[in-house]
């Protein structure tokens, strides 16, 4: 097993709207400061954050699968197809991008936090589908409890979002241990969001950003407090090309 912890030091910065949104990039675009530069069909993930109300203008994508996963506060979505809709904490944002769409977000004060994250489905197809868009709200996932463990599932099993991407997305906090059941050939990256603990022997943080490969045993985690942390599990392999992030203008 290759684990590899990655605290904020190492991942990469970006804004908007000179400094008025922060984004903090385990994985970014090309070209940009990074951890790493993409885990298979995971292709960009961001920590969004701001203090005060403020809006990224209408901007274009196409091919990729968009998933925006609320943390605090409340984001404003609207796009070109007419959709109009507001995230709070636990809602997630979809855009199936397709043959193309543009949308624009307004993060509100006085605290919001969201999850940016951008999945690879085989793009030469999905660029020739239609746009799609929806909102799902917190309490609308499906939620089990393990003893002093929650798990939510955000993408996988009985979730209503449906990707063409090979995807699992868990939100999970436990209160003492948990472990982590997985296939044969995939790979986890996962964001602490809060608290802190253990990782198979690794130390973790709120913030740290932690991609394991390789997985040969159990993903053990353990806390003396309550860990909050969000899992995506992808497959090493695909079974179409994975673009090596020189995507044309406007992706």
Same mark, same amino acid.
């Given at each position: 097993?290759?684990?590899?912890?990655?605290?904020?030091?190492?991942?990469?910065?970006?804004?908007?709207?000179?400094?008025?949104?922060?984004?903090?990039?385990?994985?970014?675009?090309?070209?940009?400061?990074?951890?790493?530069?993409?885990?298979?069909?995971?292709?960009?993930?961001?920590?969004?954050?701001?203090?005060?109300?403020?809006?990224?203008?209408?901007?274009?994508?196409?091919?990729? *699968?968009?998933? $925006?996963?609320? &943390?605090?506060?409340? /984001?404003?979505? =609207? +796009?070109?197809?007419?959709?109009?809709? !507001?995230?709070?904490?636990?809602?997630?944002?979809?855009?199936?991008?397709?043959?193309?769409?543009?949308?624009?977000?307004?993060?509100?004060?006085?605290?919001?936090?969201?999850?940016?994250?951008?999945?690879?489905?085989?793009?030469?197809?999905?660029?020739?589908?239609?746009?799609?868009?929806?909102?799902?709200?917190?309490?609308?996932?499906?939620?089990?409890?393990?003893?002093?463990?929650?798990?939510?599932?955000?993408?996988? *099993?009985?979730? $209503?979002?449906? &990707?063409?991407?090979? /995807?699992?997305? =868990? +939100?999970?906090?436990?209160?003492?241990? !948990?472990?982590?059941?997985?296939?044969?050939?995939?790979?986890?990256?996962?964001?602490?969001?809060?608290?802190?603990?253990?990782?198979?022997?690794?130390?973790?943080?709120?913030?740290?950003?932690?991609?394991?490969?390789?997985?040969?045993?159990?993903?053990?985690?353990?806390?003396?407090?309550?860990?909050?942390?969000?899992?995506?599990?992808?497959?090493?392999?695909?079974?179409?090309?994975?673009?090596?992030?020189?995507?044309?203008?406007?992706?």
């Amino acid at each position: 097993m290759n684990i590899t912890v990655y605290p904020r030091s190492m991942q990469g910065v970006g804004n908007f709207n000179d400094g008025q949104i922060i984004e903090y990039k385990p994985i970014a675009f090309p070209r940009e400061t990074t951890a790493i530069p993409r885990l298979g069909p995971l292709f960009y993930w961001a920590w969004a954050e701001t203090k005060i109300t403020s809006k990224i203008p209408l901007h274009p994508h196409r091919a990729f *699968e968009i998933l $925006s996963y609320g &943390l605090k506060g409340k /984001v404003e979505h =609207y +796009d070109t197809a007419g959709h109009q809709t !507001f995230m709070q904490e636990g809602d997630a944002q979809l855009i199936k991008a397709g043959s193309g769409i543009s949308h624009s977000e307004t993060l509100f004060a006085p605290h919001t936090e969201m999850f940016q994250i951008w999945f690879e489905p085989n793009l030469s197809e999905t660029i020739t589908h239609h746009p799609f868009y929806a909102q799902y709200n917190n309490e609308d996932f499906p939620v089990k409890q393990e003893d002093e463990s929650t798990i939510k599932t955000i993408i996988g *099993e009985h979730s $209503s979002i449906e &990707l063409e991407t090979d /995807v699992q997305m =868990y +939100d999970i906090t436990t209160t003492n241990s !948990f472990d982590y059941v997985y296939k044969e050939n995939r790979q986890l990256a996962i964001m602490v969001i809060e608290g802190n603990g253990v990782i198979n022997g690794n130390d973790v943080r709120a913030t740290d950003f932690v991609v394991i490969t390789e997985l040969n045993e159990k993903i053990h985690f353990t806390t003396n407090d309550a860990l909050r942390v969000v899992v995506i599990d992808v497959p090493i392999e695909t079974d179409y090309p994975l673009y090596h992030k020189v995507y044309e203008a406007n992706p």
